[in-house]
């Protein structure tokens, strides 16, 4: 069965924090996205790669960082975890080319609260 | 105005009957998604469709893109159907996905 995990399901960190969210998959995909999620706003972009060591900032990526180093994980880096940043987080992975004709396959989320 | 709507945002129902959720969008797309996302996070991809209709089980999803419409059925509802389903556009302008806010569905036993 194919699978996108992300490392903690749960994460509860302290303004200022540096924040590590892990995702790793499976299936030898080129495409990799994190969203977060927030009641009543749906899911929105942060970051994406298309490839190792490439990555392009989405709709909303102030305050986050990426790192792709290797083909399966992709990381999402919280330099300085500020409360607005509490949220789910959910990554994603799909096949190479047009992302949008491709199905997204989805971790199980991460929910972060940041006091 | 939002790209992407879905309507009804909740929907409580009794086991067996039959349930329609509808998205309508306003902009250019290549591709629908629908999404099936359960209490705890977790997402799982139920359709990609570009025209006509897709069927999987007890799920059938129709998408009429000269009306910028489409709906996701839910033939037999169980409570195990509950969870919030969201649609999603992959554009035609730009290689991006645009998500709805969700419906939730609640089944009643």
Redesign the interface.
């Known amino acids: 069965d194919v699978k996108v995990t992300q490392s903690s ?1 749960y994460l509860v960190k302290r303004t200022g924090e540096k924040v590590f969210l892990e995702c790793v998959q499976d299936m030898d995909h080129e495409n990799m996205f994190w969203y977060r999620q927030d009641p ?6 942060i970051y994406f790669s298309y490839d190792v060591k490439m990555k392009e900032k989405g709709d909303i990526p102030e305050g986050y960082s990426v790192s792709r180093e290797k083909k399966e994980r992709f990381s999402l880096i919280l330099e300085s975890a500020s409360t607005n940043q509490t949220s ?1 987080y ?1 990554c ?1 992975s799909s096949l190479p080319g ?4 491709n ?7 991460s ?1 972060l609260t940041v006091l | 105005k939002n790209e992407v709507e879905q309507s009804p945002q909740n929907l409580t129902a009794q086991e067996g009957e039959f349930i329609t959720i509808n998205c309508s969008y306003s902009v250019g797309i290549s591709a629908l998604h629908w999404l099936q996302q359960h209490p705890g996070g977790g997402i799982v991809s139920l359709f990609m469709l570009s025209s006509g209709k897709k069927k999987h089980g007890r799920l059938i999803a129709t998408i009429n893109i000269q009306e910028k419409h489409s709906s996701l059925h839910i033939t037999a509802s169980h409570p195990r159907d509950s969870a919030v389903y969201i649609c999603a556009l992959a554009m035609n302008r730009d290689d991006k996905i645009i998500f709805g806010k969700g419906t939730r569905l609640h089944i009643l036993p």
């Not at chain 1, 009543?40 to 972009?45: I, T």
């Not at chain 1, 047009?98 to 004709?101: D, I, N, R, T």
């Not at chain 1, 199905?103 to 989320?109: M, Y």
Request: proline content about 0%.
């Open positions: 399901r009543g706003l749906g899911l929105r972009l789910m959910l994603a047009y992302s949008g004709a199905v997204l396959t989805f971790g199980a989320g929910r």
